[in-house]
C-alpha cells in the first residue's frame, strides 16, 4: 500500500493515509472511477479484495497501458533526437503559432538523410517537442511497430493505425519552403493507435500529439473523438504504416522523390536495425520485454531510465553506422549518378 494522502478506509470506514498500491495512478477513463482506494491496514485490504479485485484489475490494465504509452513516447522522442529528417533554417513563434522558416527537402547534397535534430533551439520545453515532432506521426508508426507489438500484445484485444483530421489544434506549426517565402499551412491529417484493451475499453494513443499542443499520449477514444477530430479518414490494420508503399505520387520534380524515397528507406532500415534489438533489450525482463510494465512505481521508473539509456546506446550505434564513410560514398554515387541520368533526360 502506498501512503500520503487521508481517505475513508474502503472496509472499515475508518481514517486511513494507505492506498492500493496495485491501481493507484491509473488514467482515467469516461466511466470516471476514482484510483485512490485507501485501507487503514493490510487486514482490511485482504477483507476487501473480493469487492475491489474487479476494479482493481481493470484499473491495473490502464496503468500498464499508460506505462506502455510513455515508453513508446519516449521511444519515438530519442529516435527522432538522433534521426531527424527535417532541416530548416530557423523557427519563430507569433501567438500560438510557431513557423519553421527554410524548410528543406534537399538533404542529399551530403548523401546523410537521417541526422541529430538541433537542440540549441530557444524554445520552451513543449514547443521544443512539438518541432522535434513534426510530421513524425506515420514515421512514428513504421519505427513503433515492434515496441508496440511487445508493450500491447497482453493487455490489447486489438490494436488499429487510424488516420484522422484534427480540430482546433492548441499550437500549430506552419513552415516556409527554402528560398522562398510562403507560408505553407498546417498539416491536420494525423495518424495515431485506437486500441482496445481486454476489458473492452477503447483508448487514443497519440505519442506525436504535442505537435498539435497535446501534450498527454494517452486519452479515451470518445474524449479524443469529441475534442481533437473532425473526421476519421482511414482505419487500417496494426502493422500497416510499417508495410505501406513510399507516397511519391504527388511529388513530380525526380530530384525530390528520390531524396524522399531514400529518406524512407534509411528510416525502414533503422526500424529493422531496433526491431532487431528487442530480444536483447528483453533479456533484462525474462525474455518478454512488457515485463517492463510491472512493478510498483518507483521499480518502473528505474527499469525505463535503464530501457531508454540503452535504446539511446542502440540508435545512436544504428545511425553511425547509417552515416559512416563507406555508406556515405555510396549514397553520393548513387545521387550522382541518379542525377546525370536527369539532365541526360533533360537534354534529349
Known amino acids: 500500500m502506498a501512503g500520503?494522502?487521508?481517505?475513508?478506509?474502503?472496509?472499515?470506514?475508518?481514517?486511513?493515509?494507505k492506498r492500493c498500491a496495485g491501481c493507484l495512478g491509473a488514467p482515467i477513463y469516461d466511466d470516471g472511477v476514482h484510483t485512490d482506494v485507501f485501507y487503514c491496514s493490510v487486514e482490511c485490504q485482504k477483507a476487501d479484495w473480493v469487492q475491489h479485485k474487479a476494479v482493481c484489475k481493470k484499473l491495473q490494465a490502464r496503468k500498464l497501458l499508460g506505462r506502455a504509452v510513455l515508453l513508446l513516447q519516449a521511444i519515438i522522442y530519442q529516435i527522432?533526437?538522433?534521426?531527424?529528417?527535417?532541416?530548416?533554417?530557423?523557427?519563430?513563434?507569433?501567438?500560438?503559432?510557431?513557423?519553421?522558416?527554410?524548410?528543406?527537402?534537399?538533404?542529399?547534397k551530403?548523401?546523410?538523410?537521417?541526422?541529430?535534430?538541433?537542440?540549441?533551439?530557444?524554445?520552451?520545453?513543449?514547443?521544443?517537442?512539438?518541432?522535434?515532432?513534426?510530421?513524425?506521426?506515420?514515421?512514428?508508426?513504421?519505427?513503433?511497430?515492434?515496441?508496440?507489438?511487445?508493450?500491447?500484445?497482453?493487455?490489447?484485444?486489438?490494436?488499429?493505425?487510424?488516420?484522422?483530421t484534427v480540430i482546433s489544434p492548441k499550437l500549430q506549426i506552419c513552415h516556409t519552403i527554402a528560398g522562398s517565402s510562403v507560408v505553407n499551412p498546417p498539416c491536420l491529417s494525423h495518424d495515431l493507435y485506437r486500441v482496445t484493451l481486454n476489458n473492452g475499453e477503447e483508448w487514443a494513443v497519440d505519442c506525436t500529439g504535442v505537435q498539435y499542443g497535446y501534450t498527454e499520449p494517452l486519452c479515451s477514444w470518445s474524449h479524443i473523438s469529441q475534442h481533437r477530430l473532425s473526421k476519421i479518414n482511414a482505419v487500417n490494420a496494426f502493422g500497416y504504416a510499417r508495410q505501406k508503399p513510399c507516397h511519391?505520387?504527388?511529388?513530380?520534380?525526380?530530384?525530390?522523390?528520390?531524396?524522399?524515397?531514400?529518406?524512407?528507406?534509411a528510416q525502414r532500415e533503422l526500424?529493422?536495425?531496433?526491431?532487431?534489438k528487442i530480444p536483447e533489450l528483453?533479456?533484462?525482463?525474462?525474455?518478454?520485454?512488457?515485463a517492463i510494465l510491472e512493478g510498483s512505481d518507483a521499480v518502473f521508473?528505474?527499469?525505463?531510465?535503464?530501457?531508454?539509456a540503452q535504446l539511446n546506446d542502440y540508435v545512436m550505434a544504428a545511425v553511425s553506422?547509417?552515416?559512416?564513410?563507406?555508406?556515405?560514398?555510396r549514397r553520393s554515387k548513387e545521387m550522382d549518378e541518379f542525377l546525370s541520368q536527369v539532365l541526360a533526360g533533360f537534354k534529349q
Not at 513503433?144 to 484485444?157: H, P, R, T, V
Not at 528483453?282 to 512488457?290: F, R, S, T, V
Request: charged share 25%.
Open 4 to 17: 500520503s494522502k487521508e481517505g475513508g478506509c474502503a472496509c472499515c470506514q475508518r481514517l486511513a493515509v
Open 80 to 108: 527522432r533526437l538522433h534521426a531527424s529528417i527535417l532541416q530548416f533554417e530557423s523557427v519563430r513563434i507569433k501567438d500560438s503559432t510557431v513557423y519553421l522558416d527554410g524548410v528543406s527537402g534537399n538533404g542529399y
Open 110 to 164: 551530403n548523401a546523410i538523410y537521417l541526422a541529430p535534430f538541433p537542440t540549441n533551439l530557444a524554445l520552451d520545453r513543449n514547443t521544443f517537442e512539438a518541432v522535434l515532432m513534426w510530421g513524425s506521426c506515420t514515421e512514428a508508426m513504421v519505427y513503433l511497430y515492434g515496441f508496440a507489438k511487445e508493450f500491447l500484445i497482453d493487455l490489447c484485444s486489438r490494436v488499429e493505425e487510424v488516420n484522422v
Open 248 to 265: 511519391l505520387g504527388e511529388i513530380k520534380h525526380p530530384i525530390v522523390r528520390m531524396v524522399v524515397s531514400k529518406k524512407e528507406q
Open 271 to 276: 526500424a529493422m536495425a531496433l526491431n532487431k
Open 282 to 290: 528483453a533479456q533484462e525482463y525474462g525474455g518478454k520485454l512488457n
Open 301 to 308: 521508473e528505474r527499469a525505463k531510465d535503464s530501457f531508454s
Open 321 to 329: 553506422k547509417q552515416n559512416d564513410h563507406e555508406q556515405i560514398l
